[in-house]
């Protein structure tokens, strides 16, 4: 499947996932600390469909989002 939306674009973006250590201070302890910092990665909920393009029908990978907005009008 294609990583990007064929109307507006949208593909995948890089974030962090902070794993943290520790009890809290307001539970008594002395603070939750970062013990790891990894790279991942959030994808976008892209859905395979057949859509009126121009006169004709094509499949397209579109987002959710863009469904949802009515960016596409179903075959």
Avoid: D, W, Y
């Avoid at 974030?15 to 302890?29: F, N, T």
């Avoid at 859509?51 to 579109?62: D, E, M, N, Q």
């Amino acid at each position: 499947m294609a990583s990007k939306c064929e109307i507006c674009g949208k593909g995948a973006s890089v974030g962090s996932r902070i794993i943290r250590h520790g009890l809290e201070k307001k539970k008594g302890g002395i603070g939750l600390h970062t013990t790891a910092v990894t790279k991942r990665t959030f994808k976008p909920n892209l859905q395979k469909m057949r859509a009126k393009v121009g006169g004709g029908v094509k499949t397209l990978t579109v987002c959710t989002s863009c469904l949802k907005a009515g960016k596409v009008i179903k075959a």
